[in-house]
């Protein structure tokens, strides 16, 4: 297989290459594409320096399997041409609901692979990537009837540069420095932001929106959902509080084994001090963590969970990479 990564300089982009190279993915030709700011870089893959190439210029028939990794507005210019030549992974959220294009977490859904109409597979929301990883087993076992989300969310959740702010403003913080922001709408550093991108119908967010569609979607369209999404200042692993509803009885023993033998999660729930997975811990880590499953004592058909992920890993660079290798599987 010939691979190319479009925002291969990027947060994202950088996270594929690592994921490609700790898998020995199997790779005839890789190549590195980027903006003309970026191209004539170097990055190392196995050892050896790869130079980016252009984006403008770049001949999408050398790939066999390109992942997007640079933004909607990339996305929606670039990914149609690439299709034409190559199978597309895109990360950017300009594709996801186009009922033409899969939206696809591997361990949920990967036999909607089969037959692609545009040549074009959508990865989620890295919130959505960590909350259907949970709610799929559970589904199959008690039926999903209505989750409730709220979202902690790492700056890295929004690139570079706001993982960068986060650290300035900390520094002027500690100082007693004035801070203005800018890419948050308030300070990030010892705060939290109820705010993630812009906002639409009903007060909601667009990330609020996404998870909502992009879970009925991906998963299935009769569960309910409604999600505050928040970001918090933390640099890499987005955390979940999650209450979920369900149709049929169940026991805790019964969720937190069907959870335990899911492909990509991991219970980790000592009912003591320090018994539980944070951001910092899920940083770098290929698994979902559930910690804190308890019954919602309102309700006896619900249960609370706390789970944490890497967004760049989970939620991006290595969901996109089980992506292809779901494709090359199926096809």
């Not at 019964?254 to 910092?280: F, H, M, Q, W």
């Not at 619900?302 to 890497?310: A, T």
Request: proline share 3%.
């Amino acid at each position: 297989m010939n691979i190319a990564i479009v925002g291969a300089t990027g947060n994202v982009g950088r996270k594929i290459i690592e994921v490609l190279e700790k898998k020995n993915f199997s790779i005839g030709n890789l190549y590195l594409v980027a903006s003309s700011k970026s191209a004539g870089s170097k990055l190392k893959f196995k050892g050896k320096e790869v130079e980016v190439e252009n984006l403008e210029s770049f001949d999408f028939s050398k790939a066999n399997i390109t992942f997007f990794s640079a933004g909607g507005k990339i996305s929606e210019k670039y990914v149609p041409i690439a299709a034409k030549h190559s199978v597309v992974i895109d990360n950017s959220s300009h594709f996801r609901m186009d009922p033409d294009v899969p939206l696809i977490v591997p361990q949920v859904n990967s036999n909607q692979l089969k037959n692609l109409k545009k040549n074009i597979i959508a990865n989620p929301n890295c919130s959505t990537a960590q909350l259907v990883i949970i709610l799929k087993p559970l589904h199959d076992l008690f039926n999903v009837k209505r989750v409730v989300i709220s979202t902690y969310q790492s700056t890295s959740g929004a690139g570079k540069a706001p993982m960068d702010e986060l650290i300035e403003q900390t520094k002027l913080s500690l100082n007693n420095k004035k801070i203005i922001s800018k890419n948050f709408t308030k300070q990030i550093a010892f705060n939290a932001i109820p705010h993630i991108d812009v906002f639409v119908e009903e007060g909601y967010t667009k990330e609020e929106i996404k998870m909502v569609n992009e879970t009925k979607k991906i998963l299935d369209s009769k569960i309910e959902l409604t999600a505050t999404c928040v970001r918090i200042p933390v640099l890499v692993s987005h955390a979940e509080s999650l209450n979920i509803e369900f149709e049929k009885p169940f026991t805790l023993e019964k969720i937190t084994e069907a959870l335990n033998s899911a492909d990509g999660c991991k219970v980790i729930d000592d009912r003591k001090d320090g018994g539980y997975i944070t951001p910092v811990e899920a940083e770098g880590k290929n698994e979902t963590f559930i910690s804190r499953i308890r019954k919602d004592n309102t309700n006896k058909n619900s249960i609370n969970l706390w789970c944490v992920s890497d967004n760049l890993l989970r939620g991006a660079a290595l969901n996109s990479v089980e992506i292809a290798e779901a494709y090359i599987k199926n096809n």
